[in-house]
């Protein structure tokens, strides 16, 4: 018998948090990204538990289809880091400042 | 070999799903235009051939839309039903919405002809990226699996970042693409999240599933429901800019290209809603108790932010951008009511506000073309003596926002009409009230930016600080009158500088603000027979 | 509930699991996004162990290639590309001072609604709606699922790689817009903008 | 039949739109000529209806009805009775003389546009028998009103325009919940989703939803008339508004809420119109004082004209909620008469204005003997308005005090102070104007022909109707009628109080 | 579906012992072919190049690689100033453990019965089998990138840099040729694709996959994976000539030793992936005794030849610009290896849906390719098209008007230092 499933969920849960607080508190703009990879992370590990708890596939489909979509995105977003501090030293979200919210 | 089909072919043979190609017609044409644009480039590569280009995109949206039309006939005929598995609804809801992205899409090509020429080398790939975000878009529109919308969803936003940032020259575009980046990831990841909870709770992402199981069971702890729904709910109210997660807002559009710009505040907030009220309606039915009181804050919260923040900004694009945010608090006060007739109030609302956001913001970018201003900075000074310099213009920006603003004989009018009689008619009057004055506020704004273009530029602004305690700009006729005269001389031909794609656009919005008002009823009754699948 | 959990499970999942928060927080609180990124290529490992653990192995394999192999490698590649591994305060004199509280009012938000809420039940759904899970290898299942139940998706993210691909193409191809006046008279405008707005 | 309705509405409306769309090649002198030539065919149309008008019937004539969105229970239907007919009739006299009276040279197209939109609005408002219709037009009246005020009005012309707008919309705000609430409630006694007046005004509903919808129309008429404490927008909207607006606003936009009060608040709440009936007298009489009161320490002459019709239209809403078939005759009469003298009051404003360049009566002085015409027709002008008998005024005014002393005896009582401080802050505000000795002796040109050409026929109606208001009364005595027998039971015993006035 | 018997029983102290020594014994092996392969190497080229080679430690120098590893461990440990110490550290066990670990999916003979457990003569088969592969690959970059960059050199960095763009653009086509070898095993699993290599056409030729894929995915993997490796020509990250050494310049002692291990393990391990993929891995005739042993020869003699070509490859070939390795990967491998897949995909599928399938697939890999390599040409073409002198409009945009005024042709808004200018209305309004 293997660790009960609301373990995981915990635990996903709070990494889950901790990549939201990392966006919401970090202002490097490259951690910002790589904590929305941390969030989608913890969405998968409990697309996976579910599948494993509930004994049905589709959880993990969704894993996958999560993973294409972290790819996808992580290309454009990375072209767009480097269109935008292209010959810049500083990427943190401070140097962005005209707009303020 | 024996190998090979001992594994793939033992157990039970794969049944593939039925594919109804009638079905994705829509999606798949603007996606094979748009992969036939890369392709003309790549084989032909005459990047600068705009009109060619926009032609090949606006024919794709075009067909896409009669096609979606046939479909919505051939629902009312045969009724609605999920195909492929499941995993699409063809219904009147989502054919209504596919049109609406089509007249969306079109309005934004045209438009965005004169842009994709100034952007030079990388037009074609602008044609084929909306295109591409606009299957997207119908791909959310019409699913019903949660996965699809979340795919959906993602070709959508991921092409827009794309778009935004596409002319990240400027500080300013930079910046609100990148905001506009991330915030939008952080959406997909509270949506992605609330949907596996929304998983675990139900045991399946197909939202007829959810639904089934939701009435038929009764749950020992609905926390993870709740707690999915929320997520669901927050990450699409991100897409839509809600109010407690609309900062994005004014940033971005006013960064973004403004062509993008109109295609966000058009196209895209359609889809959102299209998937937030499908959501809503479809799989958490049955929990409407719980999420009318959450809906019910956030849309009074929307309304009444739209409506104030708008007034105090300076930039018109951030304005719009604000006003937008007070139109999606009605949309959602349809949501919120959720009585039978209600759904068709909010779409007729949304049709309406497409059409107008897209005009609108077309007219934005016209201006700012001619007036050889930068795509971010309209602000009401610039606006200044509009009408002298480009009558037409300034007439199609007037009535286009008095439209937005509500105005009778336009479709703005019947909208707010339609959802407030959904509003009242749920006996709901206190928020009735509150969102009429959200009107009467926003209203201010419209007029404003109408007022600025129909009073004199700048110059004479200043003349009339000098004799304010003089009161008249009047009388003293022949001066003034041979003044008038030769100024309008000069300037009488300057309207001839608009884009011939761009102002077919502005006139087709315009058409359709005030033709569907005048001859109201077969847009009333085609949103009226937009209903969902269950 | 203890009592029924293996050992080796039992060491497997609390190695795992504090991995993965060790990396997270590490992600989180380190300043140089070298090492933030090697944080998060742990959190990635460990994850994909837990998906081991839970039977999961081809989407294991899925992660570490896409996530370890090609996500964080592009992140690394951009952080030396451009050169901006300089370290940055975590909080810089100049931050908003209100991101703090409410980020972390979220994450508080979100972990109590979760525990509170959930009572301890996690998963209310039905079993099996798709295809069960079948024994050690659910490859097979999977690609079953895939290609049936979930094959319009599937077809759909071809879509989702296409935008990518353009999309990159067409953020990498920028700066071929401007001859040496545009660019002179872009600065210039952008510092205009910095005034008129700032 | 003839479509005379449809003409009034769609000929300005029309001829409206397509003036925006001229081209700039057009000369700018001719737009003017234009708007007269549209508006003067349209008082000619308007004239014909006149004649068409079937005297001593009550109901609704010429009514034509379209389905327009059947989907909502929307119809288009016209109609007109004793009430609206003139109304409209003061509306297409108005216009013209407004717009020949204007002085605006800046941008004629955009501004002759307007002022033809805004008549198609207000004969629209008068004429519609669909409350969703009306509301269209109630609101359509806002956007070039708003427009006229902000571009072609005086320096703060934007700031009142944004005031006025404000104002009147969020009264509109609440007519149109109120106007969705009755549709619904009608809907769920009877099933049948409608927006006609006459299907409404059977509606059965709980005395609490009649007297809460009652309030919610009531709001909108009010700030529109205005009647205190609603008035804040007019001093402002009336002295920042170009003349010619201003006439408009004055003359014709005011009476939109007392006409709203009658069509709407009597014949579809009646028991709520009785039972709330002294909250609004109240309101009214406190107007006619208070705008008596503050005209009378006013310096500014069209913030003076402003209070005076505070003062007026309190007049006018006492006489609605008398509920006495002469009070109420004698409110639509005093409509229709406060409308032209008015105007011609704005129009003597205006031509002060062109020549001296300030409305201030401070700076103002001896005009009297310069311009000797001028004189005598502002004095005629102003004895109407303060209710001279033989003069127009004097008719409503009289008829509605007597119709309040029948039924509200103290009200009608305090309402007479009115009367007498209307002729106090009238003389006042004359002797100032033109008897002073001007220090400076500045010259001052007389009326031009043309000048009076613009006053003359207002005068004429000044003149007829104080003498002949049985040409108006005939037309509109049945339609009262007929509105307070529907609204109430007791109306015969009113009756034979009217025979004696009307055959006075 | 493969799956090692020896797990299928549950574990017990048993089997977790046997995994354990599987584990060491695979490790040792590993390190102790690692020696022989560096001396190899050296001897192969001092052959090739008409030298020696070592020949002083042990007999023909076979101790020479066990020599050079206690020197390099008694070395002083050299740490630069300006270098990130933590990561400085862990970059080169992040370069040799996935080299190890990529080694435990190949399957090295059949099954082997010890103390009554049946297992099979691999460390481990998953049922992910390859994608192992492709993972420690993917991860293998690390080693080398994080190397580079937290030397704190501007050498190192650069080749670093270099290294992971070339990992990751052949990552796809090593994944895509991966591709068409499960795609006719039916499985993930190293063992199942073994197993389907077994027999033979018509009892002569035997059924490898190199010959059932046509030639093409093994030539694309083969090329691949030399450029995963950063194994000549493919070394362009430890180019001595423009890097100075590459990502390890700064590298000493015992570390040095490591990348220098993990190279050649991983070309070992390499060798033993192409055998195992396309030449039948431990599959060869078997006469008839000594059934376990077989197999394993088999497997080391085939592993041999390919560690024998990839010395050869290094002594023969010059290295590659830049440029020509990416235009290679992206331009020529990707295309093609995805072209090839469609027509293997299509060959598989006739055998269920037709032939007319197979064509289809045919014409759409035909197809692919073309427009890749017209692409390829007209990319270039493209490009030239946005150069500044050609950007200037020198056509006149048909407007609304233009046919009736001569003023109202309207120029696109040109930015010029100026100001705003607006072709030939109106230069100015006052506020450019």
């Known amino acids: 018998m293997s660790v009960p499933g609301s373990w995981y969920l915990i635990l996903a849960a709070a990494l889950f948090g901790i990549g939201a607080f990392g966006i919401l508190v970090r202002r490097n703009i490259l951690i910002m990204f790589m904590c929305l990879e941390l969030m989608l992370n913890a969405v998968n590990l409990t697309l996976v538990t579910y599948s494993r708890m509930l004994n049905d596939i589709a959880g993990q489909v969704g894993v996958f289809f999560v993973l294409v979509v972290a790819a996808a995105e992580v290309v454009v977003g990375l072209g767009l880091i480097v269109s935008i501090f292209r010959g810049k030293r500083q990427v943190t979200a401070d140097d962005l400042h005209i707009l303020r919210g | 070999m024996r190998y090979l089909f001992a594994t793939i072919l033992s157990g039970t043979p794969i049944k593939f799903p039925q594919i109804s190609y009638a079905a994705i017609f829509p999606e798949a044409i603007l996606i094979g ?102 299957s997207g878009a119908m791909l959310m529109e019409s699913a019903y699996d949660l996965l699809v919308l979340f795919i959906g969803l993602e070709i959508l936003s991921i092409s827009l970042y794309v778009m935004v940032a596409f002319t990240t020259s400027r500080k300013l575009a930079k910046e609100s693409a990148f905001k506009y980046f991330i915030l939008g990831g952080f959406a997909s990841a509270l949506f992605l999240y609330g949907l596996a909870l929304t998983y675990g709770a139900t045991g399946s992402t197909n939202l007829a599933k959810i639904a089934l199981f939701l009435s038929k069971n009764t749950l020992t702890s609905s926390g993870v429901l709740l707690a999915g729904m929320v997520l669901i709910l927050a990450g699409l109210g991100f897409k839509v800019a809600l109010v407690p997660f609309q900062f994005w807002t004014p940033d971005v559009y006013q960064g973004a290209p403004t062509t993008v710009t109109g295609y966000m505040s058009g196209v895209v907030k359609a889809a959102g809603f299209a998937a937030l009220l499908r959501v809503f309606y479809v799989a958490f039915g049955t929990l409407r108790a719980d999420w009318q009181p959450i809906l019910l804050v956030i849309s009074i919260l929307t309304l009444l932010a739209g409506a104030v923040l708008a007034v105090v900004q300076k930039d018109v694009k951030r304005m719009l951008a604000y006003s937008s945010i007070n139109h999606a608090g009605f949309i959602l006060l349809g949501l919120y009511v959720a009585t039978v007739t209600s759904l068709g109030d909010s779409l007729y609302y949304l049709f309406a506000y497409t059409i107008m956001s897209s005009g609108t913001f077309a007219v934005i970018s016209m201006i700012a073309d001619l007036e050889g201003r930068t795509e971010m900075s309209v602000s009401l000074e610039d606006l200044r003596g509009l009408s002298k310099r480009y009558p037409k213009v300034a007439l199609s920006l007037a009535v286009l926002l008095l439209a937005q603003a509500g ?67 009047d009388v003293s006729l022949g001066a003034v009158m041979v003044e008038l005269e030769i100024e309008d001389d000069t300037q009488a031909k300057v309207d001839s500088g608009i884009p011939i794609a761009a102002g077919v656009a502005v006139f087709l919005t315009l058409a359709m603000t005030i033709g569907l008002a005048l001859d109201a009823n077969p847009l009333v009754h085609f949103a009226a027979r937009a209903t969902l699948l269950r | 509930m203890l009592a029924v959990v293996t050992m080796p499970d039992l060491v497997t999942f609390i190695a795992a699991a504090l991995a993965a928060l060790v990396g997270a927080v590490g992600v989180v609180t380190l300043r140089h996004p070298v090492h933030a990124a090697l944080m998060l290529v742990m959190t990635l490992f460990a994850i994909a162990v837990l998906f081991v653990e839970q039977g999961a192995q081809f989407l294991a394999a899925v992660q570490v290639i896409v996530y370890a192999g090609a996500i964080v490698v592009l992140f690394l590649f951009v952080i030396m590309l451009l050169g901006v591994d300089k370290r940055e305060s975590i909080m810089p004199k100049n931050a908003v001072t209100w991101q703090l509280p409410i980020g972390l009012l979220f994450v508080i938000a979100i972990l109590i609604e979760l525990s509170i809420l959930t009572k301890g039940v996690w998963a209310t759904g039905t079993h099996s709606v798709t295809a069960a899970v079948n024994g050690v290898s659910n490859i097979a299942v999977l690609a079953r699922a895939v290609f049936t139940t979930y094959l319009l998706p599937f077809e759909a993210t071809s879509v989702l790689l296409v935008v990518a691909v353009l999309g990159a193409v067409v953020l990498s191809r920028i700066p071929r817009a401007s001859t040496s006046e545009e660019l002179a008279l872009e600065m210039e405008s952008d510092a205009k903008e910095e005034v008129e707005l700032g | ?136 037009m109630f609101e359509l009246t806002l956007i ?177 909620f008398a509920f006495t078939q002469i009070g109420l005759a004698g409110a639509v009469l005093q409509m229709f008469n406060h409308g032209i003298y008015t105007a011609a009051l704005f129009l003597l404003l205006g031509m002060i204005y062109a020549r001296r360049k300030t409305l201030d009566t401070s700076k103002l002085a001896g005009i009297q003997s310069k311009a000797p015409v001028m004189a005598g027709i502002f004095t005629l002008v102003m004895l109407a308005s303060i209710g001279l008998p033989g003069l127009n005024g004097f008719v409503g005014e009289f008829m509605i005090l007597l119709g309040t002393f029948i039924s509200h005896r103290w009200w009608a009582v305090v309402g007479v102070s009115g009367v007498v401080f209307s002729a106090v802050y009238m003389l006042w505000a004359y002797q100032k104007v033109f008897h002073r000795r001007d220090p400076e002796q500045r010259s001052f040109r007389d009326l031009s022909v043309r000048e009076v050409a613009t006053l003359v026929p207002l005068v004429i109606l000044i003149v007829g109707v104080g003498i002949f208001p049985n040409l108006l009364l005939s037309r509109i005595d049945p339609s009262v009628h007929k509105v307070l027998s529907d609204a109430t039971t007791q109306s015969v015993a009113y009756h034979s109080s009217l025979g004696k006035v009307a055959g006075r | 579906m493969g799956a090692d018997p020896l797990l299928l029983g549950g574990v017990n102290l048993g089997v977790v012992i046997l995994v354990i020594v599987k584990v060491l014994v695979a490790f040792a092996v590993l390190m102790v072919t690692v020696m022989l392969m560096v001396w190899f190497e050296r001897k192969v080229i001092s052959d090739m190049q008409n030298r020696i080679g070592p020949n002083r430690a042990g007999p023909f120098g076979l101790l020479q690689s066990l020599a050079d590893g206690i020197k390099l461990f008694f070395k002083e440990d050299l740490v630069p100033d300006q270098s990130d110490r933590f990561v400085f550290k862990l970059a080169p066990y992040l370069a040799i453990v996935p080299a190890f670990l990529t080694f435990t999916i190949v399957p090295i003979g059949g099954y082997i019965d010890v103390f009554g457990y049946r297992t099979e003569l691999q460390v481990a088969d998953p049922p992910m089998g390859i994608l192992l592969l492709l993972a420690m690959s993917s991860i293998s970059v690390y080693g080398v990138m994080l190397a580079g960059w937290s030397s704190g050199s501007k050498y190192p960095l650069l080749g670093s840099v270099r290294a992971s763009a070339q990992m990751i653009s052949y990552e796809a086509a090593m994944g895509l040729s991966i591709v068409a070898v499960v795609l006719v095993t039916g499985s993930l699993s190293t063992r199942d694709m073994v197993i389907s290599q077994q027999g033979s056409f018509f009892g002569v030729v035997p059924h490898w996959n190199i010959l059932r894929l046509g030639v093409i995915p093994f030539v694309i993997f083969m090329i691949a994976i030399t450029a995963e490796l950063n194994r000549p020509p493919f070394d362009l990250v430890e180019a001595e000539q423009e890097l100075v050494g590459g990502f390890n310049t700064e590298y000493s002692s015992i570390r040095f030793a490591l990348f220098y291990l993990a190279e050649f393990m991983n070309t070992v391990t390499m060798s033993a992936v192409i055998v195992t993929l396309f030449f039948g891995g431990p599959d060869g005739p078997d006469p008839n005794f000594l059934h376990w042993l077989w197999p394993i020869i088999w497997f080391v003699v085939k592993t041999g030849v390919f560690a024998f070509i990839y010395v050869w490859l290094r002594a023969a070939l010059p290295r590659l610009r830049y440029d020509q390795l990416m235009d290679l990967g992206w331009k020529v491998l990707i295309p093609l290896s995805l072209g090839w897949l469609l027509v293997i995909a299509g060959m598989q599928i006739s055998k269920v849906a037709g032939f007319g399938m197979l064509v289809a697939l045919v014409l759409g890999a035909g197809l692919l390719y073309r427009a890749f390599s017209v692409g390829k040409t007209t990319w270039g073409a493209a490009s030239s098209l946005s150069s500044p002198a050609e950007k200037t409009p020198s056509l006149r945009r048909p407007k609304f008007g233009d046919a009736s005024g001569s003023g109202g042709t309207r120029v696109i808004t040109r930015i010029t230092p100026e100001g705003v200018a607006r072709g030939d209305t109106e230069v100015s309004n006052g506020r450019t």
């Open chain 2, 33 to 134: 235009v748009a992969v036939t644009v890369m392709l003309a480039v790549a084989l032909i590569g005459r990047r600068e051939a705009t009109y060619g280009y926009t032609a090949l995109g606006v024919g794709a949206a075009l067909a896409s839309g009669i096609w979606s039309y046939h479909l919505s006939q051939d629902v009312s005929t045969h009724g609605a039903k999920s195909v492929i598995g499941g995993s699409l609804a063809v219904d009147g809801f989502s054919t209504f919405f596919m049109i609406l992205t089509s007249i969306g899409l079109i309005v934004t090509l045209l438009v965005a002809e004169a842009y994709i020429y100034k952007v030079g080398s990388r037009g074609p790939e602008f044609v084929a990226l909306a295109l591409l975000s606009a």
């Open chain 2, 407 to 473: 105005a009778p004989f336009t479709i703005g009018f019947l909208a707010k009409f339609s959802v407030l009689s959904a509003v009242i008619e749920a006996h709901h009057y206190a928020l009735g009230i509150v969102a009429m004055l959200s009107v009467v506020i926003a209203a201010v704004l419209y007029l404003r930016i109408t007022l600025s273009m129909y009073s004199a530029t700048s110059d004479a602004g200043g003349d009339v600080e000098t004799t304010q305690s003089e009161l008249i700009p």
């Open chain 4, 1 to 136: 039949m003839f479509p005379y309705l449809e003409i009034l509405v769609f000929l300005p409306a029309v001829a409206g739109v397509l003036v925006f769309f001229f081209p700039s090649e057009f000369p700018k002198r001719y737009y003017k000529g234009l708007g007269v030539l549209v508006s003067s065919v349209e008082f000619i149309v308007a004239a014909a209806m006149l004649v068409q008008f079937k005297t001593g019937v009550g109901g609704y004539q010429m009514i034509s009805r379209y389905h327009w969105i059947p989907e909502f229970g929307i119809t288009w239907s016209l109609g007109v009775d004793g009430i609206s007919l003139f109304l409209v009739i003061l509306s297409a006299i108005l216009f013209p003389i407004a717009i020949f009276g204007s002085k605006e040279t800046k941008d004629p197209k955009t501004f002759i546009a307007w002022m033809l939109i805004l008549e198609a609005a207000c004969v629209g408002s008068f004429l519609v028998l669909d409350l969703f219709d009306f509301f269209l």
């Open chain 4, 144 to 320: 070039p009103t708003y427009f006229l005020m902000s571009n072609w009005g005086f320096a703060l012309g934007g700031r009142a325009a944004v005031k006025f707008f404000v104002y009147t919309f969020l009264g509109s705000a609440f007519l149109l919940i109120g106007i969705l609430a009755l549709v619904f409630i009608h809907d769920g006694g009877t099933g049948q989703v409608t927006f006609s007046i006459v299907a409404l005004a059977h509606t059965q509903m709980s005395s609490t939803a009649g007297r809460l919808l009652f309030l919610a129309f009531s709001i909108a008429f009010l700030i529109k008339a205005p009647v205190f404490p609603f008035h804040t927008w007019s001093p402002d909207a009336y002295s920042q508004s170009p003349i010619s607006t201003a006439i408009v606003l004055g003359g014709i936009m005011a009476k939109l809420g007392t006409y709203g009060i009658i069509r709407f608040d009597f014949q579809l709440f009646p028991q709520a119109s009785r039972s709330l009936g002294w909250l609004i007298l109240t309101l009214a009489v406190v107007g006619i004082v208070y705008g008596a009161i503050t005209a009378a320490g006013e310096s500014h002459l069209s913030r003076l004209v402003a209070y005076s019709s505070l003062s007026h239209m309190g007049f006018i809403v006492l006489g609605l």
